[in-house]
């Protein structure tokens, strides 16, 4: 039970804690384990015996070995009808986005059937349909063509695309197995809106040409070249392949209206590009499309995806385009991913753990560049047919891949006679659910700031290049939160009427300020870039405050620093608080810390700040401050300047004659000095009470009773303690009721010799060492 106090009113609250800082390895531990482990992953563990510890350690690391002993004809069932409707998709989206990354559109399909299996078994999401996405293809392709021609050098370019799959993965994989996914974090939901809006008008433009029938295009992705390209080759534009990609366009958006209109009608958006391919392929094998202009896929060879692993290319004259690629396609797709994954884990009041997604898209990319396939992740369109078709678990990827590998060893052939225009209609009308007006509007609605992030991203995609509008975006965030930390949020706190709570004056305005006392609250950690900012934001508060409270007839006796909010300070910090110390000091006003936290209160107490300002100044809730500085807050100035030099001049004039000659003469002395006495009505309660002091103390008792604090009432004088130094310093005590109460004396305003008087009904408290005294005397009296 943690040590109270017990106020002379009767109230109670608890002592603050003083105890001995952490070790330094404790403390790392400690940071560590809530920097990389903030879910805790292995509470399951404690307490349990090694076998349940292995085999729940091997559930975390593989998921599989969790659900799929729970598997059941039941749900999969559920399974096997989800996981044929996203197949269904996967085709027309495999060769479509392996056209966007100038690869051959075989691997787009290859890309649907391994990395799948590898989810299946290490994803935690049961939601999540593997496939490729257009952002990351066409950043893939954008950045490698700046060192090979995808045209001139296929093969190379290819084996440069499946080096960028792999370091995409082992970067993945890095960030999941050291718990880095903080780092991910610094994507904004603004900055994805905007990125993603950019990418989708960029892909939307550069489908043109396939929709156009164009043969000659940039290999830029600035809307400025696109747009330019249009113009430059305006001559090749062929109507019959414009009529087919806007009926092919028109229905697959048709159909993306019906799923709005009637969700549970999902399954006619699902299939929609798989009607526009099967459709466009009997077209152009009827019609001889390509003898009007429509160019078609061409030859996809049988059989499952060959070996790349001798493939992979380290050359140094390219690496340095995939792994660029590599890099920002890597933090894109877990973006993206986990984003989606927990989005739809929401809905199901579920959770997914981004760490071990990280792992699982870095392994499935791994193996992927391993056979033949480029990078994939979680997309959205997929993910949320999926989700619609009634997913149940992970298995859904696995009918996924089996249906993908059908296609490869008995249908590919039949795709070879999809028209390119028909590909261009599909990416273009998936592009267009990407841009997302109504989110980037709401945010212009309520968060300026972020509007500013979004369309930075959305701009610079769209008018330099997606890793710098990328970049500039995340830039743009980042100097946000350094703002933030720069200048933390301070509020002046004022009591909420007829309760304990204290809140913000500017929240609510009829919060009622404390007498003759600052409540400051710090919100924000305290560090060498926001220190110089508190220190001049607090004495503005102390400044403001004087001239209110000077133009009330008050003043300024305490400044409260609520350090609840602050998670940690450096030692920059620390002296900027010891800086405030001091001035506020100089200007009589005393600092007074309230419900510091456990890293805040070892930093102060290592660096001897608490030392400094003295432990009788450290509360644990403002309501105990206030108590503990209420007589000063009271008294001192009620009596004014001149009625306090004439009560302590009466103090020590009775204190000292009466009691010092009354014990060796007699009490005929006090007689000596009534007449006196009684000429100052002021005092004559202090007359009186000096009375049962002497008549309270035997001659044989003088000698402890100087070195005792004497407790005495009277109707006005209140309750009274008073005291004789002794020593350098000195732990006054008494006794009352049962119960031993002290008050510290401090040497910096008293001397051996010295009489003080205290209000103890205000000041002593019970139970105090010599060190957690009450403070300076000074505090509490008048001199």
């Not at 366009?249 to 009608?265: A, D, G």
């Not at 296609?407 to 998936?430: D, G, R, W």
């Not at 919060?511 to 001049?536: C, H, M, W």
């Not at 400044?543 to 300024?556: H, L, M, N, T, Y």
């Amino acid at each position: 039970m943690s040590p109270e106090k017990v106020g002379a009113t009767g109230e109670t609250f608890h002592n603050v804690i003083f105890a001995a800082p952490r070790s330094f390895g404790a403390a790392l531990k400690s940071d560590l384990k809530e920097t990389l482990f903030p879910d805790d992953p292995f509470h399951d563990l404690k307490g349990k015996p090694l076998p349940i510890k292995a085999k729940k350690g091997l559930e975390y690391f593989v998921p599989i070995f969790e659900w799929l002993p729970k598997y059941n004809r039941k749900l999969f069932m559920h399974d096997l009808l989800a996981g044929i409707t996203i197949a269904s998709l996967a085709i027309p989206q495999g060769i479509s986005y392996a056209k966007l990354a100038n690869i051959p559109p075989i691997i787009g399909l290859y890309s649907s059937f391994v990395p799948p299996l590898i989810y299946t078994v290490f994803g935690s999401s049961k939601h999540i349909a593997v496939g490729t996405v257009a952002a990351c293809s066409l950043i893939i392709a954008a950045t490698i063509e700046t060192k090979v021609n995808p045209v001139e050098e296929p093969q190379l370019y290819l084996n440069l695309v499946f080096t960028a799959t792999l370091v995409s993965g082992v970067t993945q994989l890095i960030l999941g197995v050291f718990r880095l996914g903080i780092l991910v974090d610094f994507l904004s939901h603004s900055t994805i809106i905007g990125f993603m809006g950019g990418t989708a008008t960029l892909i939307c433009l550069q489908q043109l040409k396939g929709i156009l029938g164009l043969k000659h295009f940039t290999t830029h992705t600035d809307m400025v070249s696109v747009i330019r390209a249009i113009f430059k080759n305006r001559k090749e534009i062929r109507w019959e392949s414009t009529v087919v990609g806007v009926i092919f366009l028109v229905f697959l958006q048709f159909t993306r209206f019906v799923k709005q209109k009637k969700p549970k009608l999902f399954w006619v958006s699902a299939i929609g590009p798989m009607v526009v391919v099967a459709s466009g392929c009997i077209f152009a094998y009827l019609a001889h499309a390509e003898k009007h202009g429509i160019a078609i896929v061409g030859h996809l060879k049988k059989g499952i995806n060959p070996s790349s692993l001798n493939k992979l290319d380290f050359n140094p004259k390219y690496i340095s385009a995939p792994i660029q690629a590599g890099l920002i396609t890597a933090v894109i797709a877990l973006a993206e991913g986990i984003a989606i994954g927990r989005s739809f884990a929401i809905m199901e009041n579920e959770q997914i753990d981004g760490n071990k997604e990280m792992i699982a898209f870095g392994l499935m990319n791994i193996v992927g560049s391993l056979t033949s396939c480029y990078l994939t992740t979680g997309p959205f369109s997929k993910t949320a047919v999926n989700y619609n078709a009634g997913c149940k678990t992970q298995m859904t990827n696995v009918v996924m891949s089996m249906c993908m590998m059908l296609t490869l060893f008995f249908l590919a052939p039949l795709f070879s006679y999809t028209p390119l225009v028909a590909l261009s209609a599909i990416i273009m009308s998936a592009m267009l659910g990407l841009i997302e007006y109504e989110k980037a509007y709401h945010l212009y609605k309520t968060d300026k700031f972020d509007f500013a992030i979004c369309m930075v991203a959305f701009f610079g995609v769209a008018f330099i290049s997606m890793d710098v509008g990328l970049m500039l975006s995340v830039g743009l965030a980042l100097l946000r939160a350094l703002l933030y930390v720069a200048r933390p949020p301070t509020s002046k706190l004022g009591n909420i009427p007829e309760t304990y709570l204290y809140r913000d004056i500017e929240q609510y305005p009829n919060a009622i300020d404390v007498p003759k006392t600052l409540v400051l609250q710090l919100g924000s950690p305290i560090y060498f870039a926001n220190s110089g900012y508190l220190r001049e934001r607090i004495m503005r508060w102390v400044r403001d405050e004087k001239a209110i409270k000077d133009s009330q007839g008050d003043d300024v006796e305490y400044v409260f620093l609520d350090l609840g909010g602050v998670t940690s300070i450096d030692i920059t910090g620390v002296e900027t608080l010891v800086e405030i110390y001091r001035s506020l000091e100089a200007k009589e006003i005393k600092v007074v810390i309230v419900n510091p936290r456990l890293e805040v209160m070892e930093k102060l107490t290592l660096t001897h700040f608490i030392d400094k300002i003295g432990k009788e100044r450290v509360f644990l809730s403002i309501e105990d401050a206030i108590e503990g500085c209420k007589f000063s807050l009271t008294s001192a100035k009620d009596y004014g300047s001149e009625e306090c030099l004439g009560f302590v001049t009466s103090v020590t004039f009775i204190f000292v004659v009466g009691i010092f000659m009354s014990s060796w003469l007699g009490a005929s002395v006090l007689s000596l000095g009534e007449w006196f006495i009684k000429r100052m009505p002021f005092v004559r309660h202090i007359y009186d009470a000096s009375k049962q002091i002497s008549t309270a103390i035997s001659p044989d008792q003088n000698s402890r009773a100087f070195k005792e604090v004497v407790i005495i009432k009277h109707p006005r004088a209140g309750e009274f303690a008073f005291g004789f130094i002794t020593s350098s310093f000195v732990l006054q005590s008494y006794s009352r009721e049962e119960k031993l109460y002290s008050v510290y004396v401090p040497t910096n305003h008293l001397y051996i010799g010295d009489i003080f008087l205290v209000n103890s009904t205000d000041v002593i408290r019970p139970n105090l060492s010599v060190r957690e005294g009450i403070g300076k005397l000074s505090s509490y009296s008048c001199y």
